[in-house]
């Protein structure tokens, strides 16, 4: 079954670096997501994107964050000038062009900010 | 806005207990659709089951089972005979307008052999 692979599984910054997660969505999917999860927190979104252009993202995604399909199968999302408070786990999602249909995660990424 | 309440925090359960997993949502949309996911402790986020706003049928999949009740707005989910793999955090989400997922808080459920 296809799925969604996220790089790297575990990625330590220091504070004030700028980190890029990288991301492959299936392959015959249009719209892409990101979301976080803070430890022991519920999942928030971050930012959708379709048709190369970011069509909804939440108050979080703010300009620290950034996101870009620089080729027709990686999805990025680069975060600039890291806090401590981004440290947490990124999860990229696709989904199918039907409104009805559910989102398909990646593994994450655990993103630890010292 | 939309909006999706997980009230239990934490279950813990013995094995073969059934448990079940209350979620109770918030919007006004009227064409709206739920979903549940896992999550094991390896962390990822597993897809569960869909059900669309017109469709109040219960679904049971094996050991799932699902009750969807528009009257109360919730969409409770069973675990019949639960098993130590069932342990893993549970989350119910909404997709309404727009193509965003909302997220309850999630249940912990720990089953004890």
């Known amino acids: 079954e296809p799925e969604v692979t996220q790089t790297p599984s575990h990625q330590v910054t220091q504070m004030g670096q700028e980190v890029i997660l990288r991301c492959v969505p299936i392959s015959n999917h249009l719209y892409f997501y990101w979301y976080r999860q803070i430890l022991g927190q519920k999942v928030e979104f971050l930012v959708s994107?379709?048709?190369?252009?970011?069509?909804?993202k939440s108050e979080i995604f703010d300009d620290q964050f950034s996101v870009e399909r620089p080729d027709g199968s990686n999805f990025t999302l680069k975060i600039r000038s890291t806090k401590l408070e981004d440290s947490a786990m990124y999860f990229c999602?696709?989904?199918?062009?039907?409104?009805?249909?559910?989102?398909?995660f990646g593994n994450g990424t655990r993103l630890t900010v010292t | 806005a939309q909006k999706v309440t997980q009230a239990q925090t934490e279950i813990s359960v013995v094995e073969k207990e059934d448990v079940t997993l209350d979620c109770v949502y918030e919007?006004?949309?009227?064409?709206?659709?739920l979903f549940w996911y896992k999550q094991p402790p390896s962390g990822e986020l597993v897809f569960l089951i869909r059900?669309?706003?017109?469709?109040?049928q219960n679904e049971i999949s094996g050991r799932y089972s699902w009750n969807f009740q528009k009257s109360t707005s919730s969409f409770n989910f069973t675990i019949t005979a639960s098993q130590v793999v069932d342990s893993a955090v549970y989350f119910c989400a909404l997709k309404a307008a727009g193509n965003k997922l909302t997220f309850g808080g999630g249940t912990r459920v720990l089953v004890k052999p």
């Open positions: 919007t006004r949309d009227t064409t709206y659709y």
């Open positions: 994107f379709y048709n190369n252009e970011i069509s909804e």
């Open positions: 999602a696709s989904s199918d062009t039907f409104y009805n249909s559910p989102l398909h």
């Open positions: 059900r669309n706003s017109f469709d109040e």
